[in-house]
């Protein structure tokens, strides 16, 4: 007689999906949240690498837990911003916006500085 408890006949059709998101496993890097909905999409609606530099500009804020973060441009590519031009034109795109105010000084990374969405 077989044994019922076999795991070999259990069949994954019988069990439903989750419904829960799936949570990040221990060790691996996530993007901490909420992130107001109106800034995702004032950002989104910006040209180019705007929204990708933005995420990244939100990642390195929560994990350092605060609005203001030193962003280089070397760093914002190397996370998904593309190229250190398109993330500088990002980062332009996002403080015209009025998402970010960006504080920069020869010779050091921009300082960069999330606010509410406008509006």
């Known amino acids: 007689m077989p044994d019922p408890f076999d795991p070999a006949r259990l069949d994954p059709a019988d069990f439903p999906p989750p419904t829960t998101p799936p949570r990040p496993r221990p060790g691996v890097k996530f993007l ?3 992130i107001p909905m109106d800034w995702l999409t004032a950002a989104a609606a910006l040209p180019g690498r705007a929204l990708a530099v933005g995420l990244v500009v939100w990642f390195l804020a929560g994990c350092e837990r605060r609005r203001t973060v030193a962003a280089t441009l ?5 996370l998904g911003a593309g190229t250190r031009a398109a993330a500088r034109r990002g980062l332009a795109a996002l403080e015209a916006a009025g998402l970010v105010a960006v504080e920069r000084h020869p010779g050091r990374s921009p300082v960069v ?5 406008p509006g």
Do not use: V
């Open 32 to 34: 901490r949240g909420p």
């Open 113 to 117: 500085t999330i606010l509410d969405a």
């Open 74 to 78: 070397s760093r914002l590519a190397a």
